[in-house]
């Protein structure tokens, strides 16, 4: 795999925005190299712009002196980040580098020609624009420049450039930004000038092959980079030969890289790049981190005053793949409190317990895994044992973190690493046991231990020298989708056993999660195969005392039916249906606790909201912040009291919060309730669901919404996104930390079940298993048809019931593609982790 970064201009020392694509860069070498494949790491600097040459003048020395100066603080970042470039590249002073340009300008002589131009110069993005201000708010304004420039035919590659993306063989993520360069390639392409006067460029660069009279457009001059770096033997192994060809860059310079970059080597007749990865910007108080406006953060004192890990730690795991992300220095501690102290330090502190408890202290040899490379991967160099943010991490190319490492989405393969004891499926987390079972790994001695038996209490740890008996009496073979009634006193006896404390203890009670159902709390662990979107009944109270009873309405009747069914949908392995009734929509808690305590096999776990498309309820208009009764938002504190204190006088707690953000989008009566919803959340911590329009894409506004009100997005589930197969939609959801409620299997009206399946499987493939959950938002019974539900909903929607998941949707999945793991992740571990 070949690897590049950017290369950054040298009129000042490097900031943290540079660190940032570097790390990015530096993980993503570590990662393949550990997975034992050839890797080139290259970085380097642009000395050749105009933007140096003004800040040599503005300082009053050389040219020659402030490049040099600076070029050297940028190399030695590799010393500071712990970083693991394998080739740095000065554009001024590598010797293949002019060479390497003046070749590629011929080989594209056939697409140039010269020609007067006039308009508006940007020095600090180094391009020139239709008309001001520049869009980053670079100083100095604008300059208007006329001038005779040699113009390449950019024009004429418009439909290949097309092509080339939308087939894929040019792949860009996130989704966002490949979307942003189709449409700016679909507007139409205009002829580009990629020459300056020599004059204006104070002489400094490359002169144009026969024109000495201009330079090379310091753009393209940069962009050569990535094949003039590298020798004659390179060429033909890096860029010619290597599958993978990958650039890392910052959105600001997209268009050069997946635009006019490949449609030069088009030109040329060069092999093309196959990825590009970009990232948004850093800011400091909502201001982009940028040399020339003085915004900036120092990485260099950054790691001398909290060390390398927690830089890079912060780097990788607070930017979002996403959106610009906010540098505070304390929030750089409380990252790496939270993460690299309490987290990854509690678990060594735990595992040196345990070598000391059953090891005599002495660390037992690594097993070679199968078709691993001796040392975890191997293709390291030296430091090839470092993992992400600088952490020595036990040996990990595959799974989530490995795919999302592998296609940059290193934000969310890091929690998973750090996730820490019981975290859901982490790195550390399965170690640890993925509810805490690590410890219990069989001796292979043991007399109890059978072929082909899975014991459900093994893991990745030590062996303990004793018999597993000793340890575990109870252990037993696993089942694949429900965890055994034993697990949480297998659990609870090493706890006590490790000397730790007695399981009363906080971080115990943080191990062991429990979630509130009709019936009371349960552990998580015991959720399940959990259906994350049904209605045990919707039906209007109002509705049903006014016109209901005695008509179609037979409550005990209604109350038998429903036992039936969800009896008939846990015997089919389901364990908990979650149901998002709340007002609006007829909740009504004495009715559904009846029917819990008769279907003990089944939990049902309920929410607290506002089921509402445009307007309030007339019970919160004029009673709020500014209105007619001026007070807190009532709606938060009735949301916080179904929570903690439970509904109305039931006793039954809610567990999650429910909203709408339908076709309409953010009305004034949505918007209040949705911030009403989300500042309950970040009061209690529960979790959302959101009702969205799949065909308007509301549920972007929602996010964006939530996100500014402090939501933690990996808590939001977006109903309704199964309507969708649109991949670029789901994944843009996706890849905030979202998960997708594909949650309408078998009401076709909206989207066929076939379609529904394909499009999971799509997303299954990309590596978004983690990021669905599955349902039917099914009903015993909805009043939108009064008394004629019985007769209607086979007719209308004969497959819109509890059971077609399980009767036909697995089966189509499986036949898609999809794996057994991955089902079990969307219906077992994706739950437990919204709920944990």
Known sequence: MYITTTIPYVNARPHLGHALEIVQGDVLARHHRRRGEPVRFQTGTDDNSLKNVLAAEAEGVPVRELVDRNAAAFEG???????????????????????????????????????????????????FYPEGPCPDGHEPPLQRVSEENWFFRLSRYQEPLLELIRSGRLRIEPVARRNEVLA?????????SVSRSAARARGWGIPVPGDPAQVVYV????????????????????????????????????RFH???????????????????????????????????????????????????????????????????????????????????????????????????RFLDGRVPAAAQEPGRPPGGGGGGRGRGARGAGGL????????????????????????????????????????????????????????????????????????????????????????????????????????????????????WRRLMPT????????????????????????????????????????????????????????????????????????????????IAEQVPGLHIIVATGLYCFEELPHQYEHRGPGLVIDQPEPMVDDFVRDLTDGIADTGVKAAFLKCVVEQKGLTPGVERICRAVAQAHVRTGAPITVHTHAYTQSGLLALDLFAKEGVDLAKVVVGHAGDSNDLDYLMRLADTGATLGMDRFGLDAYNTTAR??????????????????????????????????????????????????HDDVLAALLDSGVTDDQIEQMLVFNPKRYFS
């Open 77 to 127: 970042l590799k010393e500071r980040l712990d970083l693991s470039f394998d080739a740095f590249i000065r554009t001024s002073g590598h010797p293949g580098h002019r060479p390497g340009v003046e070749r590629i300008w011929r080989a594209v002589e056939h697409d140039l020609y010269p020609r007067h131009y006039e308009g508006l110069y940007c020095v600090g993005c180094e391009q």
């Open 184 to 192: 700016f390639v679909e507007a139409g392409l205009a002829d580009i």
């Open 219 to 254: 753009w393209w001059d940069a962009l050569a980079n990535y094949v003039t770096a590298l020798d004659d033997a390179g060429y033909e192994r890096w860029w010619v030969s290597e599958r993978r060809k990958t650039h890392l860059m910052g959105k600001g310079v997209i």
């Open 258 to 356: 997946a635009v006019y970059w490949p449609a030069m080597l088009l030109s040329a007749g060069e092999p093309l790049p196959t990825e590009i990865f970009v990232h948004d910007y850093l800011t400091v108080g909502g201001r982009k981190i940028s040399k020339s406006s003085g915004v900036t953060a120092d990485p260099v004192a950054l790691v001398e005053a909290y060390g390398v890990d927690a830089v890079r730690w912060w780097l990788l795991r607070e930017v979002p793949r996403v959106g610009d992300a906010d540098f505070t220095v304390e929030r750089l501690v409380a990252r790496a409190d939270e993460d690299l102290a309490n987290g990854i330090g509690n678990l060594v502190n735990r595992v040196v317990t345990m070598v000391h």
């Open 392 to 507: 020595r991490l036990p040996a990990g190319g595959g799974g989530r973190v490995g795919r999302r490492r592998a296609g940059q989405q290193i934000r969310r393969a890091d929690p998973a690493v750090a996730a820490g004891p019981g975290g859901p499926g982490g790195v550390a987390g399965r170690w640890w046991g993925r509810a805490g079972r690590w410890p219990y790994n069989w001796s292979p001695s043991c007399p109890r231990r059978r072929r082909g038996w899975r014991r459900r209490c093994a893991g990745n740890g030590c062996r303990l020298p004793s018999r597993c008996s000793d340890a575990c009496p109870t252990a037993r073979p696993a089942r694949p989708s429900r965890p055994w009634p034993h697990e949480r006193a297998c659990r609870r006896r090493l706890w006590v056993s490790l000397g730790l404390a007695t399981t009363d203890h906080p971080v």
């Open 515 to 594: 979630v509130n159902t009709v019936r009371g709390p349960v552990d998580v662990d015991d959720l399940g195969q959990t259906l994350m979107h049904e209605h045990v009944f919707v039906v209007s109270t109002e509705h049903l005392d006014n016109y209901g009873r005695g008509a179609w309405w037979d409550e005990e009747f209604r109350v038998a039916d429903a036992v039936t069914k969800l009896g008939a949908v846990a015997a089919k392995g389901v364990r908990t249906i979650v149901d998002p009734t709340v007002w609006g929509l007829g909740r009504y808690l004495p009715r559904i606790q009846r």
């Open 756 to 805: 529904r399946v394909a499009t999971v499987a799509a997303l299954c493939q990309r590596g978004y298993a983690d990021r669905m959950v599955l349902s039917h938002d099914a009903a015993c019974f909805m009043d939108y048809f009064g008394g004629t539900w019985d007769e209607t909903r086979p007719t209308l929607a004969p497959n819109w019931r509890y059971d077609h998941i």
